[in-house]
């Protein structure tokens, strides 16, 4: 198993899409969560994101800002690397010239779920760390005190972090193996974190009960409602306590382990193409 | 002792479709195997079948002895359909990685890349190779592991003659280390160089196994003298009449080549011109057609 985690980190590393995928997160976490709303804030413009004022973007509210993109877009991100992680095997062929050198199938997969998940803590811990300079830039530019959250709620936050973002991933890598490809696992993911979700939370749940009902089972409401549990903006798109947050880490946690499951049981029955 | 390759009753079957069916295959240990069918004969599938890549619908696999399970392919290496890498990778840092799957030293990659005449290109991206040094780049990868047995499928693809003769002699030098080398092809010429015995496969099932002079079957000698009409009658005197046959202005006859001089004196000595006198071998070509021809008459 070590050697299996050992070669997927290399190939993860080693991987420019791997660090294009990082950047873009960084950097839709910088826009999105400091840099338009302080431009708003700076410039005195009413714009439609009134609920953020200057305090929340200091630094003692670095773990909810931090935590508020993972339920949708940069969740979305960590999916695409779950598929190319695992579906790159198919789109390469690759799956049997590792298999050919003797480790099962179930060894390499799961070297690849580490390395994701090792990864998806990455990217969190990336995420933290530029909202950290980014809102203690803001806070020197406005003349603010720096406040961090307690190491506590650091710690919950990044763990939290790192449950929805290892989520996301292990749904990437179960679509990447049953559709044993990569580019329609990549579509379907994002048409289902982009638009059903949305759909369903933004005009399904309110006209039917049962769809309102059956969102608090699904894996999108419950990564919106962690992370509004440790004090996610609620105006970012998929944030919103739709259950308490014990309760949505348990769901997100089910889901990580169902997904990466599911996607173990198709590749050990399946053929190799 | 344990064989290195044996199957019984191997089948695979994708629907209505019969892949491969009821496929006894015995390799041993030392020789260098050819596994010849033409395109979709079920070669690939039943090497896949063999490294645990698709799972039969019936019958039984074991590799150097060992059944299905953890550690089967240990002194096992494989090229199955073409070489697969990562593109982003180099060559020696695709083999790294394979290096830590199996289990082997670094020290390794670097063997097995002067073993396939690619040290000088290692370090290029594996996007960047030519087709003939990917090949040679899998064949580097089959061989990590010092295998015992060595499992290449179509290991010639892509190759230009000289690299093609250079996988000849890899495969030839590899079998005569006493690594047991199972090689799928359909290329004749190719099976025939390096191959001590062969297994055709026609329609998923194996039609003929054998050495390739056991394939070809009798040898025979082909005479031209003069004149014609003497000559067969003299022969048919000679060596009964169903032994000769008139081809071509020639005789071909069903003798050992070992009676060449027998016969020759025999023809001079009744007068006649004997301008050629050779040992007359099927070719392996016909034998291969003939094979194909008469497996699908059976299957039929």
Request: glycine share 14%; with cysteine; hydrophobic share 50%.
């Amino acid at each position: 198993m070590s050697r299996s985690l050992h070669a997927e980190l290399v190939k993860l590393v080693r991987r420019p899409a791997s660090w294009l995928l990082l950047a873009i997160t960084l950097a839709l976490a910088l826009i999105f969560t400091y840099l338009f709303p302080y431009a708003s804030i700076a410039g005195g413009t009413d714009g439609p994101n009134t609920d953020r004022t200057l305090p929340m973007l200091l630094p003692d509210h670095l773990v909810g800002n931090s935590l508020g993109g993972l339920p949708v877009f940069l969740g979305a991100i960590v999916l695409i690397l779950g598929v190319l992680t695992v579906g790159g095997e198919y789109g390469w062929a690759t799956w049997k010239t590792v298999l050919t050198q003797g480790p099962s199938r179930l060894e390499v997969y799961a070297g690849k779920l580490l390395a994701l998940a090792a990864a998806a803590l990455a990217v969190v811990l990336a995420v933290f760390a530029v909202g950290a300079v980014a809102s203690v830039l803001i806070a020197v530019a406005e003349s603010q005190p720096v406040h961090w959250p307690g190491l506590g709620d650091l710690l919950t936050g990044i763990g939290a972090g790192w449950l929805i973002a290892t989520m996301w991933a292990m749904l990437g890598a179960v679509l990447a193996v049953a559709l044993r490809a990569v580019a329609l696992p990549v579509g379907l993911g994002l048409v289902w974190m982009l638009a059903v979700q949305n759909l369903l939370a933004a005009i399904a749940a309110p006209l039917l009960d049962w769809v309102a009902q059956a969102q608090k089972g699904l894996p999108g409401p419950n990564a919106g409602s962690l992370a509004a549990a440790l004090g996610a903006p609620g105006d970012t798109p998929g944030v919103a306590a739709t259950v308490g947050g014990g309760q949505a880490a348990v769901i997100v946690a089910a889901y990580l382990v169902a997904f990466a499951a599911v996607g173990g049981v198709l590749l050990r029955r399946r053929d190799i193409g | 002792m344990n064989l290195p390759v044996q199957t019984e009753g191997l089948t695979k079957r994708y629907g209505g479709l019969t892949a491969v069916q009821d496929l006894n295959l015995t390799v041993r240990a030392g020789e260098v195997y050819g596994f010849l069918g033409p395109n979709g004969a079920g070669k690939t599938t039943t090497l896949r079948m063999l490294l645990g890549l698709v799972r039969p619908t019936a019958g039984t696999v074991r590799l150097l002895g060992r059944p299905p399970g953890a550690g089967r392919l240990t002194g096992v290496g494989a090229l199955i359909e073409g070489p697969a890498f990562y593109p982003y990778l180099s060559g020696r840092d695709n083999l790294r990685v394979l290096a830590r799957y199996a289990g082997v030293g670094a020290d390794r990659v670097a063997l097995v890349l002067d073993l396939v005449d690619l040290t000088d290109r290692a370090g290029d991206r594996y996007a960047g190779y030519s087709l003939g040094m990917k090949q040679r780049l899998g064949v580097a990868g089959a061989l990590l592991k010092d295998p015992r047995l060595l499992i290449l499928d179509e290991p010639t693809n892509g190759l230009d003659p000289a690299g093609m003769a250079d996988m000849r002699t890899l495969i030839r030098r590899l079998g005569a280390a006493g690594c047991t080398v199972l090689v799928s092809s359909h290329l004749l010429g190719e099976v025939e160089q390096i191959c001590d015995r062969v297994g055709v496969i026609s329609g998923g099932r194996l039609i003929a196994e054998g050495t390739v002079a056991e394939l070809r079957g009798t040898a025979g000698l082909r005479v031209l003298a003069d004149p014609l009409d003497e000559a067969v009658a003299r022969t048919r005197a000679l060596v009964g009449a169903e032994r000769v046959r008139v081809v071509d202005g020639g005789l071909e006859l069903a003798l050992a080549p070992d009676r060449a001089a027998w016969l020759n004196t025999e023809l001079v000595g009744a007068g006649l011109a004997v301008r050629e006198l050779r040992p007359r071998e099927r070719d392996l070509e016909q034998v291969f057609f003939d094979l194909i021809e008469k497996g699908t008459a059976d299957v039929a």
